[in-house]
Nanobody
Framework: QVQLVESGGGLVQAGGSLRLSCAASGGTFSRSAMGWFRQAPGKEREFVAAVTWTYGLTRYADYVKGRFTISRDNTKNLGYLQMNSLKPEDTAVYYC??????????????WGQGTQVTVSS
């Protein structure tokens, strides 16, 4: 059973940075990729970024490209989302997930509990 635990969320001013971490356990490599999604109040869950465990291939949503960087450490089963130049519209609960290398949340089988990111203007 894959388990994912996020950390690193918090309150930051616009223009600031945060790094989210996702600790994975329980057979993560049976899933090819780790993804980050976010959900703001009243909105649907949306794709942020994904990375493949084996080769480190990445893909990003257009609205975070150039500001966010996704990475993983295979030796520690950790994933990261470095978020720079944060904007108030980045405010959301951020979730990491394990599944296929996809932008669709339906392609991910396992989810963490989420971590709140709040960006003040």
């Amino acid at each position: 059973q894959v388990q994912l635990v996020e950390s690193g969320g918090g309150l930051v001013q616009a223009g600031g940075s945060l790094r989210l971490s996702c600790a994975a356990s329980g057979g993560t490599f049976s899933r090819s990729a780790m993804g980050w999604f976010r959900q703001a109040p009243g909105k649907e869950r949306e794709f942020v970024a994904a990375v493949t465990w084996t080769y480190g291939l990445t893909r990003y949503a257009d609205y975070v490209k150039g500001r966010f960087t996704i990475s993983r450490d295979n030796t520690k089963n950790l994933g990261y989302l470095q978020m720079n130049s944060l904007k108030p519209e980045d405010t959301a609960v951020y979730y990491c997930a394990a599944g296929s290398f996809s932008r669709g949340h339906g392609d991910y089988d396992y989810w963490g509990q989420g971590t709140q990111v709040t960006v003040s203007s």
